[in-house]
């Protein structure tokens, strides 16, 4: 299990499902698209619409593509 990331900070939060743990699932908050007091993730960073994400309960660290904002930069080859 990973620590919590040193800049995770409670101000900065996102609601999204976490893929490792899945913590949100029958959750009527979660379900319901409302932002949970209990299944949030730490928003570490973003760029542009790519958002760096931990979840508090499972440590898990992913990037998710929000669909909103410029697009997230492009990979170079």
């Given amino acids: ?3 919590i990331d040193p800049s995770a900070d409670i101000g900065r939060r996102a609601w ?4 490792h743990c899945q913590d949100h699932q029958e959750c009527d908050a979660c379900a319901a698209g409302r932002d949970c007091a209990d299944h949030w ?3 570490l960073s973003n760029q542009g ?4 994400l ?3 309960n499972c440590t898990h660290v992913w990037s998710w ?3 909103f904002g ?5 990979p170079h080859h």
């Fill in 41 to 43: 993730r730490y928003l």
């Fill in 49 to 52: 619409r790519l958002l760096h």
């Fill in 70 to 74: 410029a697009q997230p930069p492009t």
């Fill in 54 to 56: 931990q979840c508090p």
């Fill in 1 to 3: 299990m990973l620590p």
């Fill in 16 to 19: 999204v499902p976490c893929p």
């Fill in 65 to 67: 593509d929000s669909g």
